[in-house]
C-alpha cells in the first residue's frame, strides 16, 4: 500500500516547523499549497514511473523519470534516469542486431 503524502510530514521552508501538510503553515502562517500540490505531482510521477518500469515501457518511463528529476534532482533520481537510459541504448542496440541477423 502506498503512503498518501497527507501521511508524510513536511518542514516549513520559512520556519522550519516540522507538521502534517495543510494550505498554510500552522506557526508562521505561510501558504505552502504550492509545495503541497508539488509534492502531490512527486508522488503521483513516482507511482507512474513504477508502473510504466513494470510494464516495460522505458520510453514513457524516461519522460517520467526526467520529470521527477527537474522536480528533485537528487543522486537518485538521477541515477535511476541514467538507469532508464542505459536501459533505451540496450534495447535499441539489440533490436538493431536482431534485425541485421534476420536480413541475413
Ligand atoms: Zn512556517
Given amino acids: 500500500m502506498d503512503l498518501e ?4 510530514k513536511f518542514k516549513c521552508p520559512t520556519c522550519s516547523k516540522i507538521q502534517q501538510w495543510q494550505d498554510n ?3 508562521c502562517g505561510s501558504d505552502v499549497s504550492i509545495l503541497h500540490n508539488l509534492a502531490i505531482k512527486y508522488k503521483k510521477l513516482q ?9 516495460g515501457n522505458f520510453i514513457a518511463a524516461y519522460n ?3 520529470q521527477i528529476t ?3 534532482p537528487t543522486k537518485l533520481n538521477k541515477k535511476i534516469k541514467q538507469f ?5 541504448f540496450l534495447n535499441s542496440k539489440y533490436k538493431i542486431q536482431n534485425s541485421e541477423l534476420s536480413t541475413d
Avoid at 507511482?47 to 510494464?55: G, H, M, Q, V, W
Avoid at 532508464?84 to 533505451?88: A, D, E
Fill in 25 to 27: 503553515c500552522q506557526l
Fill in 64 to 66: 517520467i523519470a526526467q
Fill in 5 to 8: 503524502i497527507n501521511d508524510v
Fill in 84 to 88: 532508464i537510459k542505459t536501459k533505451l
Fill in 70 to 72: 527537474n522536480i528533485a
Fill in 47 to 55: 507511482k507512474l514511473l513504477r508502473i510504466n518500469l513494470r510494464n
